[in-house]
């Protein structure tokens, strides 16, 4: 009897821990292949969740996809993940050149199971002279990369363990990514650090199994790991809701104890069991979701009766105890025992809970003054209070979450390399953007306190005004005022029509913003990260420059400071990448990048055509010097007529990408001689006046120095053509 009954109960473990369709092995070498997906198309659910088990007699057998030859490492049937292999790009240089490069691509099937988990992996690159961007298609599509730079005498500053831009850099993917692309390239051939360091490289990978080893990551990487990291994707059934799928007749979730839940990567839904059961969901009988005895493995100090995703721990007739889970179960005791035997230690529990709690709310109080005083709460108080008429708010991290609504996803407004920004809704109804940064700013303390405050005063109406911020968090959240008509990159890239006066307005109104910043605010601000996207449009379609993430204090006593760059792809100032030195022209030059966006209508940096034509700063200067710049111009400006106005326009985009730093000329010479166009472009005359040719005709310095002709007309315009501007 007994042995009938040890038998029946391993029969009920083996079917449990058995997760493949009945009939079907269920394991290939050492790696288990759970239901839906199972080895030839009989034995999964359907064609796309087949595996390939290929065995040989030389080495372990490996599993992988059918459809797509991807090997499997892993499938998790509770977090609906499976981990593959995905291969190394690679760009290697010798002293005579480029010696070897190696770009793949991974394609998952398009209307597949599969999704690259945006939660779990981290695009890579490795190297000192190095830039990587990943094209990730999705339903939002991005395009986004780092940059590594280090040389011989900033090896030290590469550290183990750390991804901060020497040696190692990574940023995100969006959700429901299923195919990208990589580009890899060096800025300088690794000249300068062949010796450590004769190759980059990029690659998608689990966050959780990568980690930097420093300079020795530097060499050889691609041998050491076969040419290939593990990564992460995200699997799911179907393109339906859980809602839309319980009614159809193929619904996957076929144990009788499971429940369904909806993908968060991409379109499906996944099944697992109910609290109290164990195995398949989507099994319907042999294998699927049963009952786990919990008598095995739950602590009772009674007689323990399992039930049906639960047990019960009960005392036997005539003894009782407090909680026979964890005490034994006893006769009787008189009254007074009785009380005391509970009261007492039901009283020094409830004491020392209250002592734990307290001490646990102290702690957590004292982190909050931690960074609240590292980051320079207490001197930013003292500057607030000796300024009564200014607006600049202190935030509490609980006035924050309570805007956003815990940070919801719902009320992200964009996304960067630097961190999220969400709408919130004060409790004065004001709408705010909050910028909840990734990045740890090196400023702290006083320095960090200062540099708020001032910035806080800055008041032009083409610039996004700083609220306040929250100091209380390891990294300062900030609080901008909410502007509501998106940003220029998504104005230029998208659908709508852009006359030649609306793009000369915007860029005027930016120019006139950042001259400001570089010239009339106190001390002068260098913003650093110049580009579309942070040039923001309001209801009336005003320029606003945002984000002063990477934005500098220029120094009283020099005009030009060393800087770690924390600018973006393609509007990154090639001097400032040389020399590590950034100063007012390298805005300048990443404004001129903006210019020939809204002049080409073209993005910064662009997977398209040959490697010549992806940097758009650097096909502008080409068909420039070429005489070929109908070939970069945006039709529907071309179409206008107004041929000599776009010559001046793109003559002065050329002066702001002068390689050289000095031939650029200043922002407020920028701001000005656009308004001047911008008013020209406005006159009734000007597309035949020999007035206005001749002006048009001068150099651009012209417009920039002290030609009394131009700014007298410039005046007039205004006058006559906008009223009260």
Request: proline share 4%; hydrophobic share 35%.
């Amino acid at each position: 009897m007994f042995l009938g009954l040890l038998f029946l109960q391993l029969l009920r473990l083996s079917l449990v821990s058995c997760q493949a369709k009945p009939g079907c092995r269920d394991k290939c070498g050492n790696i288990s292949i759970p239901y839906p997906f199972g080895i030839g198309e009989s034995c999964s659910m359907e064609r796309l969740f087949t595996v390939t088990c290929n065995s040989t007699n030389d080495s372990m057998p490996i599993p992988y996809i059918k459809s797509g030859l991807i090997d499997i490492t892993d499938i998790s049937l509770i977090t609906g993940e499976i981990t593959v292999t995905n291969y190394l790009a690679e760009d290697c240089y010798n002293e005579s050149g480029r010696s070897n490069s190696n770009i793949p691509s991974f394609r998952l099937a398009h209307n597949g199971p599969l999704t690259f988990s945006s939660t779990k992996n981290k695009f890579t690159a490795l190297g000192c002279d190095t830039y990587a961007t990943i094209k990730a298609m999705s339903e939002e599509d991005l395009t986004t990369g780092c940059i590594s730079i280090c040389n011989n005498n900033s090896t030290s500053m590469i550290t183990e363990g750390s991804c901060d831009g020497f040696g190692c850099c990574q940023t995100s993917i969006p959700r429901g990514v299923r195919y990208f692309e990589v580009e890899l390239g060096s800025y300088s051939n690794h000249s300068n650090v062949l010796q450590f360091n004769p190759c980059s490289y990029a690659f998608l990978v689990d966050q959780n199994w990568f980690r930097f080893g420093g300079i020795s990551d530097l060499s050889g990487y691609m041998e050491r790991n076969n040419g290939s990291v593990p990564v992460v994707l995200d699997w799911a059934i179907g393109n339906k809701t859980c809602q839309e799928a319980k009614v159809e007749p193929d619904y996957a979730c076929l144990s009788q104890n499971s429940y369904c839940y909806d993908s968060t990567n991409g379109p499906g839904y996944r099944c697992n069991c109910t609290a109290g059961y164990q195995g398949n969901p989507y099994l319907q009988d042999i294998g699927g979701c049963e009952d786990i005895d919990e008598c095995r493995t739950q602590p009772c100090k009674g007689i323990c009766i399992n039930t049906r995703g639960g047990y019960k721990c009960d005392c036997p007739k005539g003894k009782h105890s407090v909680d026979p889970n964890k005490y034994e179960c006893k006769s009787p005791f008189p009254v007074v025992k009785v009380t005391l035997g509970i009261g007492i230690p039901f009283i020094l529990a409830l004491f020392v809970s209250w002592i734990y709690l307290g001490l646990q709310r102290r702690k957590f109080i004292n982190f909050r003054e931690k960074f609240y005083k590292e980051n320079g709460g207490l001197h930013l108080q003292n500057l607030i209070s000796s300024y009564p008429n200014i607006t600049f708010k202190l935030f509490s991290e609980e006035d924050l979450k309570s805007a956003t609504n815990k940070f919801d996803r719902n009320n992200i407004l964009g996304q960067g390399g630097q961190g999220m920004v969400y709408k919130g809704i004060l409790p004065n109804n004001q709408v705010v953007a909050v910028k909840k940064s990734i990045v740890v700013n090196a400023m702290q303390g006083q320095q960090f306190a200062n540099e708020m405050l001032i910035l806080s005063q800055i008041n032009h109406k083409n610039v996004v005004k700083l609220l306040g911020c929250c100091l209380e968090v390891e990294i300062p959240i900030l609080v901008y005022e909410f502007i509501s008509n998106g940003n220029l990159f998504h104005f230029i890239h998208g659908e709508c029509q852009l006359s030649l006066k609306t793009r000369l307005t915007i860029a005027a109104e930016a120019a006139y913003a950042i001259a400001y910043l570089h010239s009339a605010a106190s001390p002068p601000i260098i913003h650093g990260d110049v580009k579309s996207s942070n040039i923001l449009l309001d209801e009336n379609y005003t320029a606003k420059v945002s984000d002063f993430g990477a934005s500098k204090l220029t120094p009283t006593d020099k005009d030009q400071f060393a800087t770690f760059m924390q600018g973006t792809l393609g509007y990154l100032d090639p001097e400032c990448l040389q020399t590590g030195i950034l100063t007012e022209k390298s805005d300048v030059y990443s404004f001129g990048v903006v210019l020939v966006e809204l002049l080409s209508r073209r993005k910064a940096v662009s997977q398209d055509g040959s490697e010549q034509e992806r940097n758009l700063a650097h096909l502008f200067m080409t068909s420039m010097n070429d005489n070929r710049l109908m070939d970069v111009l945006d039709h529907e400006i071309m179409n206008e007529g107004k041929m000599d106005l776009i010559h001046e326009v793109s003559r002065l985009a050329k002066r702001c990408l002068s390689v050289q730093g000095k031939e650029r000329p200043t922002m407020k010479e920028v701001a000005t001689e656009l308004e001047g166009l911008a008013v020209l472009e406005n006159h009734p005359w000007m597309p035949n006046n020999p007035e206005t040719e001749s002006l048009l005709n001068k150099t651009s310095d012209t417009y920039v120095g002290e030609s009394s002709e131009f700014f007298s007309l410039e005046k007039r315009a205004v006058l006559s053509i906008e009223p009260g501007r």
